[in-house]
T-cell receptor, first 113, second 111 residues
Framework: DVKVTQSSRYLVKRTGEKVFLECVQDMDHENMFWYRQDPGLGLRLIYFSYDVKMKEKGDIPEGYSVSREKKERFSLILESASTNQTSMYLC????????????FGNGTRLTVT | EDQVTQSPEALRLQEGESSSLNCSYTVSGLRGLFWYRQDPGKGPEFLFTLYSAGEEKEKERLKATLTKKESFLHITAPKPEDSATYLCAVQASGGSYIPTFGRGTSLIVHP
């Protein structure tokens, strides 16, 4: 089974802090994704990566950056956390190609105070 | 622009009361339609992929069907442990492999 592991289940950070969310997948998948999920808004794509060191903006990249130095690891960085970035963050991966589903981690619930 | 609409937003059933969830979609060309289950505080769990109209997939009390415009997730004789949010997503053949997600149906099954 595919395993996507997010390093933290819960995080509490202060406004202005730099925040790192880490994600690791163990199935040698080409593609990795970061979403945030908010009530009533559904899943919104922040960034995705289709190869090491490659990244593409999703629908809501403002205030975020990403890093993919190794194939199995995809990091989401909040440069200066703000209260409106309080959310559930979900990492996902898939092997690439059309017709392949995403496999998600269990999420990181981030609260910015 | 690809669109996915799920209905109803919320559904309450009694244990054993069968029903269906709907996922209507508009895409330039369907490459795959995915169903996920999401429990509170957890990430979505992949259930099914459907590729072409007429296709059906089953898993325990769940059965997913697909037409050219919509997909149904039929739940037969549900149990309380089937309570979850069910998400639908579509992947178009237009070039991007990024799926478009619906907002989900929240299902509660009462004992």
């Amino acid at each position: 089974d595919v395993k996507v592991t997010q390093s933290s289940r819960y995080l509490v950070k202060r406004t202005g802090e730099k925040v790192f969310l880490e994600c690791v997948q163990d199935m040698d998948h080409e593609n990795m994704f970061w979403y945030r999920q908010d009530p009533g808004l559904g899943l919104r794509l922040i960034y995705f990566s289709y190869d090491v060191k490659m990244k593409e903006k999703g629908d809501i990249p403002e205030g975020y950056s990403v890093s993919r130095e190794k194939k199995e690891r995809f990091s989401l960085i909040l440069e200066s956390a703000s209260t409106n970035q309080t959310s559930m963050y979900l990492c996902a991966s898939n092997p690439g190609g059309l017709g392949s589903p995403l496999h998600f981690g269990n999420g990181t619930r981030l609260t910015v105070t | 622009e690809d669109q996915v609409t799920q209905s109803p937003e919320a559904l309450r059933l009694q244990e054993g009361e069968s029903s269906s969830l709907n996922c209507s979609y508009t895409v330039s060309g369907l490459r795959g339609l995915f169903w996920y289950r999401q429990d509170p505080g957890k990430g979505p769990e992949f259930l099914f992929t459907l590729y072409s109209a007429g296709e059906e997939k089953e898993k325990e009390r769940l059965k997913a069907t697909l037409t050219k415009k919509e997909s149904f997730l039929h739940i037969t004789a549900p149990k309380p442990e089937d309570s979850a949010t069910y998400l639908c997503a579509v992947q178009a053949s237009g070039g991007s492999y990024i799926p478009t997600f619906g907002r989900g149906t929240s299902l509660i099954v009462h004992p």
